[in-house]
C-alpha cells in the first residue's frame, strides 16, 4: 500500500484506510501504525498466542517536480523536523549550473513500515507494508510477493520458521531500496558541490559567496541524511538478531 504525504505535514493515512486496517484488514498492525505516522524508527516482537513482528524505518530519497507541481509551494530550506529539504530561492540560478540537476530536485524524507502476524504455530499470516519505495525501485512488490510465497511453500511444514524468513526477506529488500536511494542523493549533492565546474555562471563575485552559502545548506542537508541513516541501524540489527534467534530456536 502507498501511504499519502501532504508537504511540510510529515506522513498521515486518509482515515477511512486507516479504520479498515486497524479494524478490518490487519488490527495487529495498530501499533505499527502508529510508529509510521510519527516517523518513529523501531522494531518490535510480540510472543503469544498471536505472532506479531513489525518495524517503521525512515529514509531520504531525491525526487523532482515539474514546473506545474511548483508554483503553489514555497522554495527553500526547512526546519530541522521537516520532511523535506530544497534549496533556498536565491541558490537557485547557481544549481540551475549544475548540469543534471535542476532547481525542482528536492530531497524527501519517506517512512516505511512493515507488519507480519500469525498465530502462535505459524499460520494463518497477514502481512501489511506501506511504503512508497516498493513502486519505484527494481526490488518491487511483485517480485517480493512471489519470493514470499516461495519461502512459505519451502517452508510449508516449519511456518515459524518461514514467518521469520518472509519478515527479513521484506527487509532486506527494503534496506536495498535504502542504498539506492541514499547513493542517488549523494551523487546528485555531491553533483551540486561540484559548482568550480561550471564555467556558464554569469558572475564570478557572486559565485564566491554563493559558493559559501551552497556549503552551509549542503551541510546541513548531510547531518540530515547521517542522523537518519543512524537511527535506522538499531532496529534493523535488532529485527535480524531477534528473528535469527527465534529460527535457531525452533530448529534444534
Known amino acids: 500500500m502507498v501511504p499519502r504525504r501532504e508537504p511540510g505535514k510529515g506522513t498521515s493515512l486518509p482515515q477511512k484506510l486507516l479504520e479498515l486496517l486497524v479494524y478490518v484488514i490487519h488490527p495487529e498492525s495498530a501499533i505499527c501504525l502508529g510508529d509510521y505516522v510519527l516517523n518513529l524508527p523501531r522494531f518490535s516482537c510480540q510472543i503469544k498466542d498471536t505472532w506479531v513482528a513489525f518495524i517503521t524505518l525512515p529514509s531520504w530519497r531525491v525526487e523532482w517536480e515539474d514546473v506545474d507541481s511548483k508554483r503553489d509551494r514555497r522554495a527553500g530550506s526547512k526546519s530541522q523536523g521537516s520532511t523535506e529539504f530544497r534549496l533556498p530561492p536565491?541558490?537557485?540560478?547557481?544549481?540551475?549550473?549544475?548540469?543534471?540537476?535542476?532547481?525542482?530536485?528536492?530531497?524527501?524524507?519517506?517512512v516505511s513500515s512493515i507488519v507480519l502476524s500469525t498465530n502462535g504455530f505459524g499460520d494463518f499470516s497477514k502481512c501489511t507494508v506501506l511504503s512508497e519505495l516498493f513502486g519505484n525501485h527494481t526490488g518491487n512488490m511483485e517480485s517480493v510477493i512471489y519470493e514470499a510465497r516461495k519461502l512459505w511453500q519451502r517452508f510449508i511444514h516449519q511456518p515459524q520458521t518461514a514467518r521469520c524468513l518472509v519478515f527479513l526477506l521484506l527487509l532486506g529488500r527494503l534496506c536495498q531500496n535504502f542504498i539506492e536511494d541514499y547513493e542517488l542523493a549523494i551523487a546528485k549533492l555531491n553533483s551540486v558541490l561540484m559548482v568550480d565546474n561550471t564555467n556558464d555562471y554569469p558572475d564570478e563575485n557572486m559565485l564566491e559567496s554563493f559558493r559559501l552559502e551552497l556549503s552551509y545548506w549542503s551541510t546541513g542537508l548531510l547531518l540530515k541524511l547521517q542522523y537518519t541513516l543512524n537511527s535506522?541501524?538499531?532496529?534493523?540489527?535488532?529485527?535480524?538478531?531477534?528473528?535469527?534467534g527465534q529460527i535457531r530456536e525452533v530448529s534444534f
Open 90 to 110: 536565491n541558490l537557485k540560478l547557481l544549481w540551475e549550473t549544475v548540469e543534471g540537476v535542476g532547481s525542482g530536485t528536492t530531497f524527501k524524507l519517506n
Open 232 to 244: 535506522i541501524f538499531p532496529p534493523i540489527i535488532e529485527a535480524k538478531e531477534h528473528l535469527m
